[in-house]
């Protein structure tokens, strides 16, 4: 499957930013789809993740400021971003998985996208 995210850019502190992942390639609805995130120097950690019966998991830094959804109908999983603060700064990548089970594990995942950059100024 091939996954394309798109809505990164620059926004102030406080503020919101929605960011889509497009899929295609095989049938969406059979994966699970996760958000992750990378800073420069940093590894790569989970920020949130829905299953293919949108069972959701997020990341303790994200909960209650983050969304995760999914419409497989479109074939995109979104992430809605509030509360947006400075380290929240990364390049964000969606992938894809057939297990539910290690969710919160890059290397749990089969399919990436090539990243967008959302940079949260203060």
């Known amino acids: 499957v091939q996954l394309e995210e798109s809505g990164g850019g620059l926004v102030q502190a406080g503020g919101s930013l929605g960011l889509s992942c497009a899929a295609s390639?095989?049938?969406?609805?059979?994966?699970?789809m996760g958000w992750f995130r990378q800073a420069p120097g940093e590894e790569r950690e989970f920020v949130a993740s829905?299953?293919?019966?949108?069972?959701?998991h997020y990341a303790d830094s994200v909960k209650g400021r983050f969304a995760i959804s999914r419409d497989n109908a479109k074939n995109t999983v979104y992430l809605q971003m509030n509360s947006l603060k400075p380290e929240d700064t990364a390049v964000y990548y969606c992938?894809?998985?057939?297990?539910?089970?290690?969710?919160?594990?890059?290397?749990?995942?089969?399919?990436w996208g090539q990243g967008t950059q959302v940079t949260v100024s203060s």
């Open positions: 992938a894809a998985h057939t297990s539910s089970s290690n969710y919160d594990r890059p290397a749990a995942y089969d399919y």
């Open positions: 390639g095989r049938t969406f609805s059979n994966y699970d």
């Open positions: 829905i299953s293919w019966f949108r069972s959701t």
